[in-house]
């Protein structure tokens, strides 16, 4: 399903700022089904106009269609044929005003972007090998590693007063195909990824040490994974189905999808948003425009957006003391 719309909320919706997940959702085309012949679209695309500004191409993908991997795929197949010369012209259909009256529905979550530069994520990686010398002990420092551990510490943080329970968890997406035998081509088109548990202690993730923690609990997950294989993943596949109620810390999209450098032909994307983590409460990741960075997005409450705000902006300050 194909949909053009038109809209002039450029302003509001457009950046980093805390913006109104309400409005971000009709940038993306819901599903159609039709319940009498039991049957449901898998894909649709909604493109919207934002008058002397640019567009947005919002997409939807069922998961029985694919996983992130082909969805991404897809949008860089997509761009590389617009830059192809060929002199048929398709007439676009005429645009659609969409209702974009944030009134109709009052939205209590807003959803809000943090970039973290290239300089950061290499002074977390040293916050994370010094405390490692100080202890002894061998970590795995990646960028994954210590961007995935810096936002579940302040994600935990921003939600400590909703934990029931002495455990929190954070799972993330693993790409099965290379951990089959022999691995399967990235090309594929079709879901092959599951999901990585990794548990920890509250009072460790919230004390004085919780990025030092969080980076250690994150890296042994990812050593097991690289060591068991897809046997992991399945193990994790029934834990996660366990422990969804406890509200774990989530993740959407990777670094590696480069989804920044789809061009289709006017240029790199200006702004990329997963608005599904509005459902899921996910952390969507990728990377920034900029070379050598990482952007996250989070749905949050105001008050849970000013906490982790708080944190992502003074954490450093604290762990550059950790280094005297």
Same mark, same amino acid.
């Given at each position: 399903?194909?949909? %053009?719309?038109?809209? +002039?909320?450029?302003?509001?919706?457009?950046?980093?700022?805390?913006?109104?997940?309400?409005?971000?959702?009709?940038? /993306?085309?819901?599903?159609?089904?039709?319940?009498?012949?039991?049957?449901?679209?898998?894909?649709?695309?909604? /493109?919207?106009?934002?008058?002397?500004?640019?567009?947005?191409?919002?997409?939807?993908?069922?998961?029985?269609?694919?996983?992130?991997?082909?969805?991404?795929?897809?949008?860089?197949?997509?761009?590389?044929?617009?830059?192809?010369?060929?002199?048929?012209?398709?007439?676009?259909?005429?645009?659609?005003?969409?209702?974009?009256?944030?009134?109709? %529905?009052?939205?209590?979550?807003?959803?809000?972007?943090? @970039?973290?530069?290239? $300089? @950061?994520?290499?002074?977390?990686?040293?916050?994370?090998?010094?405390?490692?010398?100080?202890?002894? %002990?061998?970590?795995?420092?990646?960028?994954?590693?210590?961007?995935?551990? *810096?936002?579940?510490?302040?994600?935990?943080?921003?939600?400590?007063?909703?934990?029931?329970?002495? +455990? /929190?968890?954070?799972?993330?997406?693993?790409?099965?195909?290379?951990?089959?035998?022999?691995?399967?081509?990235?090309? *594929?088109?079709?879901?092959?990824?599951?999901?990585?548990?990794?548990?920890?202690?509250? @009072? *460790?993730?919230?004390?004085? +040490?919780?990025?030092?923690?969080?980076?250690?609990?994150?890296?042994?997950?990812?050593?097991?994974?690289?060591?068991?294989?897809?046997?992991?993943?399945?193990?994790?596949?029934?834990?996660?189905? $366990?422990?969804?109620?406890?509200?774990?810390?989530?993740?959407?999209?990777?670094?590696?999808? @480069?989804?920044?450098?789809?061009?289709?032909?006017?240029?790199?994307?200006?702004?990329?948003?997963?608005?599904?983590?509005?459902?899921?409460?996910?952390?969507?990741?990728?990377?920034?425009?900029?070379?050598?960075?990482?952007?996250?997005?989070?749905?949050?409450?105001?008050?849970?957006? $000013?906490?982790?705000?708080?944190?992502?902006?003074?954490?450093?300050?604290?762990?550059?003391?950790?280094?005297?």
């Amino acid at each position: 399903m194909f949909t %053009v719309a038109e809209s +002039d909320s450029y302003d509001e919706l457009f950046g980093d700022h805390p913006r109104q997940v309400s409005k971000l959702k009709a940038l /993306v085309p819901r599903l159609s089904k039709n319940e009498s012949k039991g049957q449901q679209s898998v894909f649709a695309i909604q /493109v919207t106009v934002f008058p002397s500004h640019g567009l947005v191409i919002g997409s939807t993908v069922h998961h029985s269609a694919c996983d992130g991997v082909g969805s991404v795929n897809f949008m860089c197949t997509w761009a590389a044929i617009c830059h192809v010369n060929n002199p048929t012209v398709i007439l676009a259909p005429t645009p659609v005003t969409v209702e974009l009256n944030r009134s109709i %529905v009052p939205d209590p979550d807003v959803l809000t972007s943090f @970039k973290l530069k290239a $300089e @950061k994520i290499h002074f977390l990686k040293e916050v994370l090998l010094h405390e490692a010398a100080k202890r002894n %002990v061998t970590v795995r420092c990646s960028t994954t590693v210590v961007v995935y551990a *810096y936002a579940w510490v302040g994600y935990v943080k921003a939600k400590s007063t909703m934990f029931e329970t002495d +455990d /929190v968890y954070c799972i993330f997406v693993t790409d099965c195909r290379q951990l089959f035998q022999p691995p399967i081509p990235m090309s *594929y088109l079709g879901n092959c990824i599951g999901p990585s548990v990794v548990q920890a202690k509250l @009072k *460790y993730i919230v004390g004085p +040490d919780g990025f030092f923690e969080a980076c250690q609990a994150i890296g042994k997950t990812f050593d097991e994974v690289k060591k068991v294989g897809i046997q992991n993943v399945k193990n994790c596949a029934k834990i996660s189905l $366990e422990i969804g109620s406890k509200k774990p810390f989530g993740t959407s999209g990777s670094v590696r999808f @480069k989804i920044y450098d789809v061009d289709f032909g006017w240029g790199k994307p200006a702004k990329v948003d997963i608005v599904s983590i509005a459902y899921s409460g996910a952390m969507a990741i990728a990377e920034t425009r900029e070379q050598g960075g990482v952007e996250i997005g989070l749905c949050f409450t105001k008050r849970e957006t $000013e906490v982790f705000t708080d944190y992502i902006e003074n954490g450093l300050k604290y762990m550059s003391t950790l280094r005297n």
